[in-house]
């Protein structure tokens, strides 16, 4: 049986004067009440509410680990996506579920200055992309070895955007934090990137140095994944050469391998034949066609230090 209802009262100040939420050892489920509301008695997942206690309830997940608690963004966030008469989406894997509530993308206009910040959950629902034109600030990685291969990941089948599909080495967002704002030298796009080849790939930052990465251009593109989510996205483009050690998180990756360049010819061919499955991100397609081969080129040759161009954002939507 779920535990009696609480007070929204006693719940905003929980949430005001709690760092996290992590009552229950091992794995756990939470059940937050939502907000004041009545529901007509044929909606099976909720029950009409008093005027004193709300019997309708949000689930969360709770992972035992400190990593894995839940902060008071994290229900905030829950809350205020959660429209009226809602859910949030038992469908979606836990631990993508929790970082779509608790990760806070940087918003910004179509020449990259910075206008707010929301949930990655709300920067990637198609609605809102379409209906309050929402764009984030994102980055993808293309990190070769000492032979020149190019890492390639398979993303896992539980991401919430774009599961399967093969793309760049790694692919995620700078959050709306201090290090990851710094705009000089493009230092908050690198942190970001330091950090999510660790959380994705297990590569540790002492096998990528910030000095290492190389931020060379930036693009715009809009792209559905399926009916609901979808990517509004200012990427930022950025190489490395480092040979690492490679521990991928089943969480965030299904497959990994090194690919040189007929080997990457041979696998844009199957995915436009539709062979085998083979699936590219779209980002990762407007790379290729756009500038990869080139980049490529300079970085086995020295001179990529030329192809650095962080004025234009190439608007390729």
């Known amino acids: 049986m779920p535990p009696p209802a609480i007070p929204i009262r006693a719940l905003a100040s929980f949430v005001s004067t709690s ?28 029950s009409c509410c008093s005027s004193i206690f709300c019997k309708a309830f949000i689930t969360v997940p709770v992972i035992s680990g400190s990593r894995s608690s839940i902060s008071r963004k994290t229900i905030r966030n829950l809350v205020s ?103 000089e030298n ?50 930022y483009l950025v190489f490395i050469v480092r040979d690492v050690a490679l521990h991928p998180n089943p969480e965030e990756v299904a497959d990994v391998k090194y690919v040189n360049k007929e080997q990457l010819k041979e696998l844009i061919r199957k995915a436009d034949a539709g062979e085998d499955g083979v699936k590219l991100s779209p980002w990762f397609r407007l790379v290729v066609d756009n500038f990869l081969i080139d980049w490529w080129n300079k970085t086995e040759n020295g001179t990529l230090a030329d192809a650095i161009d962080m004025k234009t954002i190439h608007k390729l939507t």
Request: aromatic fraction near 10%; charge should be negative.
């Open 186 to 235: 493009n230092l908050g796009v690198k942190n970001a990137a330091q950090r999510k080849l660790y959380d994705e790939l297990g590569i540790g930052p002492e096998d990528v140095p910030i000095d290492q990465f190389v931020a060379l251009g930036r693009m715009l593109y809009k792209a559905p994944s399926d009916g609901k989510w979808g990517e509004h996205e200012l990427d």
């Open 19 to 46: 760092r996290s939420v992590s009552p229950f050892p091992g794995n756990s489920t939470i059940l937050f009440p939502y907000k004041f509301f009545s529901v007509s008695s044929n909606n099976p997942s909720f």
């Open 81 to 183: 996506s959660t429209k009226m008469g809602g859910t949030v989406d038992e469908s979606m894997d836990a631990v993508q579920r929790k970082l779509m509530f608790e990760d806070e993308c940087i918003l910004v206009n179509e020449e990259d200055h910075v206008i707010g910040h929301d949930s990655k959950y709300n920067c990637h629902l198609m609605e809102k992309i379409e209906s309050e034109n929402l764009l984030h600030r994102a980055f993808s990685v293309f990190l070769f070895n000492s032979k020149y291969e190019l890492l390639l990941q398979q993303r896992s089948a539980t991401k919430v955007t774009f599961p399967l599909v093969w793309t760049n080495t790694c692919c995620s967002h700078p959050l709306y934090r201090e290090s990851e704002l710094i705009q």
